[in-house]
């Protein structure tokens, strides 16, 4: 049965639809409210998808689905499918924001704030949550600001009265705990002032300040009441700010967005008290849908799935046909309710028209960028005389030092930007001394058997590979004829990429293209950096940096790390300490050296 006959096969019952590839992946998860007629209208005859649909489709081998008693149970367990499978072809949101909470460590004998991501039972106290990290920054400062409380990462009490206060101190932002010239009760008085503050209760510390004050006034110490005095004044100035902030989440979050062939933008206003508390715009890859109605209701499912709390109301730039469920959903996630609402007039329109128009300058400038990449690349493939402009780079580089702890790395880089999950790196095995040739084939060889084997991590192969290195390294693997396009970076006498060995070992210059000359430079510096670090990280951990120390050879090296365990631990002995591994002269030329570093 072909995968049309198969759909129409389908119940005309709501529930979920599982696409998957030739090899069990699902790159797909879809919810309906009739089986039979969503499903089907993807595989059936002529249909009129747009490009990104028809690739999805041509990649489906096979599809499972589930049946549900409601739609809502639809959307319920399609929200759980996505969140575990992830599948390439719908929305998927990258933020880590979330609702940060403000953290009190109250055990400590100095309690300090920070921010977190979430609750845990450690007996701290938490306050929040809050509508982000800016928000959360933003009240955190202003209170310490308020109550000059540190902010700096000084422990207490261990670095009391131990070098000088910071600039904060200078700026009167901060009492300058680290002076000693603050009592642990006068710090911690700070501490419940502070309390009173993110609890909201800044009418009831003004009043508990105000007959302080007084009563210093009454005992003619003028000075410490002007003090209290412009901590009221300042806390005034913060209140009607926190009252706000204070509150639980947004009142309304309005929701618009802007769709492009390739990106969408989504933008998120937060709104509290009719005061905008947090925005937020989300860049996606355009789904394989572009209807409008489908792109914010999945939208909506995937921003709330990563929260952990909900507005009272959702408001949406555009109507969408599951308005209903959705708010049944989220009031379902809040336990309380929540509205979504599409609004036809009044104040929340000029809402909707201000997210809509951030969605659409983000998306603006996101296809400036990616135009920008396509001359590029273009520009690229014109210049090596490629058939199409390549979309994968790989870029290798080899490090060592007089031919010891060789090392490479391979750096990707995908429509001109790096992407560092798939850098690797490789330690030479086959070499005893330095052969730049001879390590640049061993590395291209590993990667192209890692390949071979059906290796992930080296998975898909490049559209063309550079090499840091000329004529005679672009020769070497060529010969390997690997079947991917193989060129060489070379710079100049100022150590800056000049231009690209082409596989007949000629030089071609970047001049003509600013663009391609700063990206290939930026290629190469990228590999060279990736690679240093890692011969400098093998280097240290062998030992190999010991030798250059007078007295100390291969063995003694050796004989430190063993005993020693680690550079970082011999750098850190004494005289007497080392003196008991190797003759004090050779001891006081290991501290002479890296007292020099």
Request: charged fraction near 30%; charge should be positive.
């Amino acid at each position: 049965m072909n995968l049309h006959d198969k759909a129409r096969s389908l119940p005309e019952l709501p529930g979920v639809y599982i696409m998957k590839n030739k090899v069990g992946e699902i790159i797909y998860v879809g919810k309906a409210k009739k089986l039979i007629n969503r499903v089907s209208s993807y595989f059936a005859p002529n249909p009129n998808h747009n490009y990104k649909t028809s690739v999805m489709v041509s990649k489906v081998h096979s599809f499972d689905y589930i049946v549900t008693d409601t739609e809502f149970e639809a959307l319920v367990l399609e929200n759980s499918l996505i969140k575990r499978h992830k599948p390439r072809y719908n929305i998927l949101l990258k933020d880590d924001k979330g609702y940060p909470f403000i953290r009190l460590d109250i055990k400590a004998e100095y309690p300090r704030f920070s921010i977190v991501s979430k609750i845990s039972d450690d007996g701290a106290r938490y306050f929040g949550p809050y509508g982000g990290r800016n928000v959360s920054r933003t009240l955190l400062d202003a209170v310490c600001s308020t109550l000059k409380l540190p902010t700096c990462k000084r422990a207490f009490p261990q670095t009391i009265g131990k070098g000088r206060p910071c600039l904060s101190a200078h700026l009167k932002k901060c009492d300058a705990v680290c002076s000693g010239k603050v009592t642990r009760e006068e710090y911690l008085e700070k501490i419940r002032r502070a309390i009173d503050l993110f609890e909201g209760k800044s009418d009831d510390l003004i009043a508990k300040l105000q007959t302080k004050m007084t009563e210093c006034a009454e005992r003619m110490e003028f000075e410490t009441a002007a003090k209290i005095r412009d901590e009221i004044r300042a806390i005034e100035n913060l209140g009607a700010r926190q009252k706000i902030i204070s509150g639980t989440l947004s009142d309304t979050d309005v929701i618009a967005f802007a769709a492009g062939e390739s990106k969408c933008a989504f933008s998120v206003l937060c709104y509290v008290g009719g005061m905008l508390l947090d925005s937020e715009v989300f860049l996606v890859e355009t789904p394989v849908y572009l209807d409008k109605s489908e792109l914010l209701s999945d939208f909506v499912k995937g921003y709330y799935m990563q929260k952990s709390a909900y507005p009272k109301t959702v408001c949406i730039a555009s109507e969408i046909s599951d308005s209903e469920l959705l708010a049944q959903w989220l009031t379902h996630e809040a336990t309380r309710r929540v509205e979504v609402i599409y609004p036809k007039r009044g104040d929340k329109v000029k809402l909707c028209k201000m997210a809509q128009k951030n969605a659409e300058e983000k998306l603006k400038i996101a296809v400036s960028d990616e135009e920008k990449t396509v001359r590029v690349m273009e520009d690229l493939r014109r210049l090596l005389g490629l058939a199409t402009a390549p979309h994968r780079i790989e870029c290798y580089d080899i490090s060592n030092t007089n031919g010891a702890d060789q090392v490479a790395s391979m750096v990707v880089f995908e429509d001109g930007k790096p992407k560092r999950s798939a850098y690797r790196k490789f330690k030479i095995k086959s070499l005893a001394d330095q052969n730049d040739v001879a390590a640049h084939r061993e590395v291209i060889s590993r990667r192209m058997e890692r390949f071979k084997s059906g290796d992930e991590k080296f998975t898909p192969l490049p559209d063309i590979i550079f090499l840091d290195g000329g004529k005679p390294q672009v020769s070497g693997v060529v010969a390997m004829n690997i079947g991917v396009p193989v060129f060489g970076l070379v710079k100049d006498d100022r150590h800056r990429t000049r231009g690209i060995i082409n596989e007949k070992g000629e030089e071609v210059s970047l001049a003509s293209s600013p663009a391609l000359f700063a990206l290939c430079g930026r290629i190469q510096e990228e590999v060279h950096r990736v690679a240093i670090s890692y011969h400098r990280k093998l280097r240290d951990k062998t030992g190999s940096s010991l030798t250059k120390i007078p007295g100390v050879g291969e063995v003694m090296a050796k004989k430190l790390l063993h005993h020693f365990k680690s550079i970082k631990a011999i750098k850190s002995a004494d005289l007497e300490t080392l003196s008991k591994v190797v003759t004090r002269d050779t001891a006081q030329n290991i501290l002479d050296y890296f007292k020099e570093r």
